[in-house]
């Protein structure tokens, strides 16, 4: 893969540059975030890896740019903050998984390549339906019977997991480790806060809610009317 690293960290950014490298990948360095938009939009890279403490332009702010562009290659950030409320953001601006420092290049290259292999799955068209409701991954839009869904960053991954589970049950940890990557459920009620949202922008007054609540098990999205 061709890699674009960036980093505020000179030696840092070289050092995982030099380890990537071992596991096949080319890598280019920036070290702030301006020159990171600057070559994400104007090179071709399969990823990119970023820091969110980047001069200029942070991390997230480079992440919402580059989706409001329409660049939907990969971001992962490998980040120094550890804090639960910025990966929180980072999803949310777009980012496709997020992974805090010190990560061993051997789990950033499996992150990369577990993300690419979903996209693949759905590069042909990348549109799956479940009755009225139609989600684009490659495009990142959703319809309700013809109608946009105007839906956040991890409201519409929440909703493609679902889709792509159609009247099957997905639960709350399918849902942790497909939309957040956590291995362990964090101490909060983040899914159902999500999961309000997005049922609030799926039904319209007189529509049923196609999303059922499983009492112990999680939930599940029937194409049913």
Not at 178 to 197: F, L, Q
Not at 211 to 222: E, K, N, P
Request: aromatic share 4%; glycine share 6%.
């Amino acid at each position: 893969m061709r890699l674009l690293i960036a980093e505020n960290d000179p030696a840092a950014a070289k050092l995982l540059a030099q380890d990537l490298a071992a596991l096949g990948h080319a890598c280019e360095i920036v070290g702030d975030g301006r020159a990171a938009l600057a070559q994400a939009t104007e090179s071709r890279f399969d990823a990119i890896l970023l820091e969110c403490l980047l001069p200029f332009v942070d991390g997230v702010a480079v992440t919402a740019l580059l989706r409001d562009r329409g660049i939907d290659l990969p971001i992962v950030m490998v980040s120094a903050v550890e804090d639960l409320d910025q990966r929180l953001i980072a999803l949310e601006a777009g980012a496709d998984d997020y992974l805090v420092k010190p990560a061993a290049p051997a789990e950033i290259d499996a992150r990369l390549r577990v993300i690419l292999r979903r996209g693949a799955s759905t590069r042909k068209s990348g549109v799956m339906w479940a009755g009225d409701i139609e989600v684009n991954e490659i495009k990142r839009s959703a319809t309700r019977a013809g109608r946009a869904i105007k839906v956040q960053n991890i409201e519409f991954r929440i909703l493609c997991e679902l889709v792509r589970n159609v009247n099957t049950v997905v639960t709350r940890q399918m849902l942790y480790e497909a939309v957040w990557n956590y291995e362990t459920p964090p101490r909060t009620n983040v899914v159902e806060s999500h999961m309000t949202r997005l049922r609030t922008h799926l039904t319209q007054p007189g529509e049923r809610d196609p999303i059922a609540t499983i009492r112990g098990a999680g939930y599940m999205l029937s194409d049913k009317d």
